[in-house]
C-alpha cells in the first residue's frame, strides 16, 4: 500500500515570497492533517479535512497560510508571503476517519527553509 | 486542552542495554496516548497506541509502554536497544472523545551507542 506522497521535498525561498506544498494521502483516507514541525520541537497542527471539508484550523495562521482540498482526495498548503519563521517541515498526514484513535499515516515532510 | 511533557531531550545509552523513554500528560477529559518515532529526513512512525483496556501496550521493534492513570504517565521501554533504534520519539495524546487530532511533546532524541 503507498503511502502519503508529499512534494517537494525540499524548498528553500526568500522571505515575501510564496510557496506551495501538495499532498496525496493514502488512499481511501478520508482524513487529510497538515502539521507543521519546527526544528527542536514536536509537529504542531494546522489544518484537519474531512473529505474536503475543514474540521480544525483554529492554529492555522490565515493571514499567510492557506490550504484546500478541492476534491477530497489531494491537498496543497500554501504560504503567502514567507516569514523567517515559517522555516520548518510540514508534514502532511492521513487517517481513515476522524474518529479519535484511528491510525494517523505521515508522509516525509517538506523542508522549508526562508532565507 | 491536553499537553504533553517528555521530560528528558537526549537519551544516550549503549548498545545492548534497556531505556526508558519518559512521558507526562495533562488533560481534563479522558485520553489516548501515542508514542512515534521519526528517523532521520523521515515522517513519523506509529510504534503503539493505548486506547482503552490493559495498561501495558506492545508495539512494533520491540518496544512497550505502560499507561499510568494516577501519575499521568505513559513510559516507553525497551529491554535491549540497537544502534539502528537511534532516533526521535514523540510522545502524543488525543481526546478519547473528540476528533482525531494529535497534541505532540517536543520529542526525546535517543542515542544509541556501540
Known amino acids: 500500500e503507498a503511502g502519503v506522497a508529499q512534494s517537494p521535498r525540499y524548498k528553500i525561498i526568500e522571505k515575501r515570497q510564496s510557496v506551495a506544498f501538495w499532498c496525496n494521502p493514502i488512499?481511501?483516507?478520508?482524513?487529510l492533517y497538515w502539521y507543521q514541525q519546527i526544528l527542536g520541537q514536536g509537529p504542531k497542527l494546522l489544518i484537519q479535512?474531512?473529505?474536503?471539508?475543514?474540521?480544525?484550523d483554529s492554529q492555522l495562521p490565515k493571514d499567510r497560510f492557506s490550504a484546500e482540498r478541492l476534491k477530497g482526495v489531494d491537498s496543497t498548503l500554501k504560504i503567502q508571503p514567507a516569514k523567517l519563521e515559517d522555516s520548518a517541515v510540514y508534514l502532511c498526514?492521513?487517517?481513515?476517519?476522524?474518529?479519535?484513535?484511528?491510525?494517523?499515516?505521515f508522509g516525509e515532510g517538506s523542508w522549508l527553509t526562508v532565507v | 486542552a491536553q499537553s504533553v511533557t517528555q521530560l528528558d531531550s537526549q537519551v544516550p545509552v549503549f548498545e545492548e542495554a534497556p531505556v526508558e523513554l519518559r512521558c507526562n500528560y495533562s488533560s481534563s477529559v479522558s485520553v489516548y496516548l501515542f508514542w512515534y518515532v521519526q528517523y532521520p529526513n523521515q515522517g513519523l512512525q506509529l510504534l503503539l497506541k493505548y486506547l482503552s483496556g490493559s495498561t501495558l501496550v506492545k508495539g512494533i521493534n520491540g518496544f512497550e509502554a505502560e499507561f499510568n492513570k494516577s501519575q499521568t504517565s505513559f513510559h516507553l521501554r525497551k529491554p535491549s536497544v540497537h544502534i539502528s533504534d537511534t532516533a526521535e520519539y514523540f510522545c502524543a495524546v488525543s481526546d478519547s472523545g473528540g476528533y482525531n487530532k494529535l497534541i505532540f511533546g517536543a520529542g526525546t532524541r535517543l542515542a544509541v551507542h556501540p
Open positions: 488512499s481511501g483516507h478520508a482524513t
Open positions: 498526514a492521513s487517517s481513515q476517519q476522524k474518529n479519535t484513535g484511528n491510525t494517523i499515516y
Open positions: 479535512f474531512q473529505n474536503n471539508g475543514v474540521v480544525d
